[in-house]
């Protein structure tokens, strides 16, 4: 009988795999987006204090785009990048949550670039 893969469960596995190497300091906080059907978010996190810095998503009032598509990534890259610009975060390390660089969280990583943040 062939079992029915469990993709949340594959999408933590490799989320775990990722955060064993990638982790955010006061110098160089670690930028994690989390990706669903209906929304992106994306938060600047400094794992030494546990402290979210900045945090960006397609609920907030100055993204005009309400859905989790390209477009919508592309405002919450810029959003993300301009308000860490304004916290004097300019290096981040990029955390993609387990989720393949493809699409919505590419086109969110290559705003986030194209604003001024450096990965």
């Known amino acids: 009988m062939i079992s029915k893969i469990d993709r949340k469960a594959e999408r933590v596995r490799r989320h775990k795999r990722v955060r064993n190497k990638v ?4 110098d160089c906080p670690r930028l994690a987006v989390c990706r669903t059907n209906k929304n992106i978010i994306a938060q600047i996190i ?5 402290k ?3 945090y960006v998503s397609t609920l907030d009032k100055e993204i005009k785009t309400k859905k989790a598509n390209k477009e919508a990534a592309k405002e919450v890259g810029t959003a993300v990048a301009k308000k860490a610009l304004e916290e004097n975060i300019e290096a981040v390390v990029f955390d993609r949550g387990g989720f393949i660089y493809h699409g919505v969280v590419k086109e969110l990583a290559e705003a986030a670039r194209e604003a001024g943040l450096k990965f």
């Open 46 to 50: 400094d794992d030494e204090n546990g």
């Open 52 to 54: 979210t810095l900045v």
């Open 23 to 26: 982790s955010g300091t006061a």
